[in-house]
């Protein structure tokens, strides 16, 4: 406990030691107020993609700041938004092209939800069932959580939560239990729209399904008129090995959010972007059809600034390389836990990797998240298991010498814990 006035997220300030203080980040390391440096395995909540402080990202901040601050988004529009757009639609395939500015990834997947029930109510077939996977995880605000897992993250909540459709999880085996589910769900005619994380349910356990699935769900989708929303959240920007995780099933979604790595990692940012006859159900002489929707900070141009220096340097630099390269380093050093009693599961998308620590006492309470935290905080390592999966999503510029260390505490920790300790 500590005497800070701050109430910190997802923290339990009962249990959590005094917070040390970050006084400056630097590539893949934060430096904390005793100068130590620590690896920042989990992209500080899976923001970071190229790095910290991008010299690139932080110039465009730099000069955006001398220019603009925020602006009203309605009766003016400005260059950077108007840039970026472009440069979004350009590089998510598949007809999407309109882009909406939020600044969250919950907002981004509010304004998806809003546009899927706005497009059917303004064509006049009304429809405002929304199915999602189970384990999905979409964001902290009523509608999101209302589309997420329940559990004791919303328990408290819980009344105020609409309810929605889930699909059992297509784990190997069950991919064609999930297809056949939403195929019948979707008879009803009523589902308005699938919200799916694409490839690799992140909060819920970074859990992997194939690309294959992802594309017979569209398929789906489409046989039914019922609309795919793809939560990219978490895995756009090239952490499942591709800019986009949809891109891999070969599909395009009717509706894109994206958020978290939009601006690098730098500033907060998020973009939902639709097809054509999702604005134009919205586009009426009739007011009424308006798309009713706005957050204060909507396409902050400093925020648009960062994302279109993000834009350049996907485009100037060996992103792919990095990406690549760090998707071998994770799978190399996964091998070491091939057939290792102490671990389960073992799995990797791009430069994602997972496993879980096998065992017996699991579920997000179990005290040991909170054990495996501190023995990693120890050895100068942000590493936040959910529950008993250990993860690692470190920014792309991290060296092969920090990743190594990485998996050696995890190897170390998994010893420590078969022992009974720490
Ligand atoms: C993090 C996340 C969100 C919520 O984003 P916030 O910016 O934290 O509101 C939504 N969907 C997915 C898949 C996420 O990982």
Request: charged residues 20%; negative net charge; aromatic residues 8%.
């Amino acid at each position: 406990m500590s005497n800070s006035p701050v109430w910190h997220p997802f923290t339990q300030h009962a249990l959590e030691p005094a917070m040390k203080r970050i006084v400056r980040t630097e590539g893949a390391c934060l430096v904390d107020e005793d100068g130590a440096r620590i690896l920042d395995a989990i992209s500080s909540w899976w923001v970071i993609t190229h790095g910290h402080r991008h010299p690139a990202i932080m110039e465009a901040i730099r000069r955006a700041s001398e220019t603009y601050d925020q602006i009203i988004f309605a009766e003016y529009t400005h260059e950077p938004a108007e840039e970026l757009a472009k440069g979004l639609i350009e590089v998510a395939p598949g007809g999407l092209e309109h882009v909406f500015y939020s600044d969250s990834g919950s907002t981004a997947v509010e304004v998806a939800l809003k546009m899927a029930l706005g497009y059917f109510h303004n064509t006049g077939r009304p429809r405002s069932r929304i199915c999602v996977l189970e384990h999905g995880y979409h964001g902290d605000t009523i509608g999101t959580m209302s589309a997420g897992e329940r559990g004791v993250f919303n328990t408290a909540y819980e009344p105020l939560l609409f309810a929605v459709d889930r699909l059992p999880f297509p784990g190997p085996g069950r991919e064609q239990h999930t297809l056949d589910a939403f195929d019948s769900l979707c008879a009803s005619g009523e589902v308005a729209a699938l919200l799916v994380e694409a490839l690799v349910l992140g909060a819920g356990g970074m859990k992997v399904y194939p690309a294959a699935t992802l594309a017979e769900l569209k398929r789906i989708a489409e046989r039914h008129g019922t609309l795919l929303i793809a939560d990219e959240v978490m895995t756009g920007w090239g952490r499942t090995g591709t800019r986009f995780a949809y891109e891999q099933a070969g599909i395009a979604p009717d509706i894109l959010c994206t958020s978290k790595g939009l601006t690098g990692g730098a500033l907060p940012l998020a973009a939902t972007l639709s097809t054509a006859p999702i604005f134009d159900a919205h586009l009426s002489r009739d007011r009424r059809r308006t798309f009713f929707h706005s957050s204060s900070y909507t396409a902050n141009p400093i925020a648009c600034a960062a994302a279109l220096a993000n834009l350049d340097i996907w485009k100037t630099e060996p992103v792919a390389d990095r990406i690549a390269a760090l998707a071998s380093r994770q799978r190399q050093n996964l091998k070491r836990f091939e057939a290792d009693p102490r671990f389960r599961d073992i799995r990797q998308s791009g430069t994602i990797a997972a496993l879980d620590l096998n065992v017996p006492t699991q579920g997000y309470l179990s005290d040991i998240g909170p054990r495996l935290r501190a023995f990693f905080r120890n050895r100068k390592l942000l590493i936040r298991p959910l529950g008993n999966v250990i993860y690692l999503m470190p920014p792309y510029c991290v060296t092969e010498a920090d990743l190594d260390r990485a998996y050696d505490a995890i190897d170390e920790a998994a010893s420590a814990f078969a022992m009974g300790q720490p």
